[in-house]
Structure formats: C-alpha cells, structure tokens
C-alpha cells in the first residue's frame, strides 16, 4: 500500500506557464510535506515545505497549499523556466515515525521553451 | 563547498561481496540518514541516526549495517550484496531529531551489483 501518491507521473508545460503538481496521503499521523526537486545524477534538493498546521506557503515563484480534510497537498510553480525541469518528489513524515520521510514516486517536469 | 559528500560517486560489486559507502557532512547537523533510491520502489528511508545513536531501522535485513565514528560520518556497509541491492543510496542530515526537521541529501553513490 502506497502511503503518498502523486499525479501525474509526468508533465510538460510551456515557458511561463504555472505548473501544478499533486500528492495524497493516508496516514492522518502525518503533519510535516516537504517537496524535494531531483535533477538527473544528483541528490534530491529540498524545495518547499509546509507543516499541517498550515494551509499555504510561499517562496517566491514555488507555493504548496494543504488540505488537512481531504489529505492532499499540492505545488504550484509560476512563471515556469526551463531550468525548473526536474523529478520533484512529495514527501511526508509523522507520528511514531517523525523523522521518517515517505516519498511519493515523482513527477517528472518538462518545461518547453 | 559540498555540505554533504558521499564517495564513492559510482561503485560496482559483485554479487556475495561487502561494501562500505562513506557519508560526512558539513552542516552541523546532530542527525543523520540513509535512504535507498531503486528503478522499482520510490525514495525508502533506511536509517537515522542521532548524536551517533541508531534511532530508527526501517531496513529489515542485517546486511545493511550503519557505522558511525564521528557525529558528522554515517557510512553505511553493506555485506553478502545481491543484485537486488542495486540502486542509489543517498545519505541526508538534519539540524535535530525528533522532526520535523528540514532534511538535505547528499549527490548519493549509485551502486550496481553484478
């Protein structure tokens, strides 16, 4: 059983266009979503991330929006580059196992000039 | 400078033999992780260590062995590898444990096992 699930697997959007990934959870234990971004050969690089306290936060042209009732989060990214194309990955920790990160598959972002 | 570093980049193995990856990092951080990344299975936490105590072992097999000499090393030895155990490990540190705490990565080592 998959606890974080992501859609879609994969994604293109033109330059300047705003990006919109999704993630859902199962465990209602979790209360802490960081995104990370991968690029190829290289360590996944935290993004954003947002407490479940919250329901929107904000850095620069990357926010995430939580909906505790419904168990989903989602990232928006404005004014998408060219250089923002990447896997990014939800991820999600909580309850007994607070430092315990449970990622999502990824969604691969293709930013098209 | 890297905060994190992990050697080797890329590692190959045959299959039965023992490997140790090498973790450090530069962050200050108090507590340290191990996290395998596979073609099959997404991102997988295996380990976390605090001030160089094992807190949490998601790793079900006693192959997979963390090592801890100094609070900023974590390396992980792996023994009896199998393919199976291909894949690319990363190692990630935070400022405290206990969360949440905001957790960076290192550029992994991607081992393959022949």
């Known amino acids: 059983q998959q606890q974080v699930r992501q859609s879609p697997q994969s994604l293109t959007v033109w330059e300047g266009g705003t990006t919109v990934l999704t993630c859902s959870y199962e465990d209602s234990t979790f209360n802490y979503f960081p995104w990370y971004q991968q690029f190829p050969g290289e360590g996944p690089a935290l993004l954003i991330s947002?407490?479940?306290?919250?329901d929107k936060k904000e850095d620069g042209r990357f926010t995430t929006f939580f909906n505790k009732r419904e168990k989903k989060l989602s990232l928006h990214i404005i004014d998408s580059q060219p250089g923002d194309s990447a896997t990014y990955f939800c991820a999600a920790s909580g309850g007994e196992g607070a430092d315990r990160l449970t990622f999502g598959k990824g969604t691969q972002l293709i930013i098209q000039p | 400078d890297p905060k994190i570093i992990q050697k080797p980049k890329y590692l190959v193995a045959v299959t039965g033999s023992e490997k140790i990856l090498i973790c450090e990092q530069y962050l200050g951080h108090n507590a340290m992780y191990w996290y395998r990344q596979s073609a099959k299975k997404p991102l997988e936490f295996m380990f976390s260590?605090?001030?160089?105590?094992?807190?949490d072992n998601q790793t079900a097999s006693s192959r997979f062995q963390p090592q801890s000499s100094k609070k900023n090393h974590l390396d992980l030895q792996i023994t009896a590898l199998k393919p199976d155990d291909s894949a690319t490990y990363f190692c990630?540190?935070?400022?405290?444990?206990?969360?949440?705490?905001?957790?960076?990565f290192g550029p992994g080592t991607r081992l393959t096992v022949l």
């Open positions: 260590y605090s001030y160089q105590k094992l807190m």
């Open positions: 990630a540190s935070s400022q405290g444990w206990g969360g949440p705490y905001e957790q960076y």
């Open positions: 947002i407490l479940s306290v919250s």
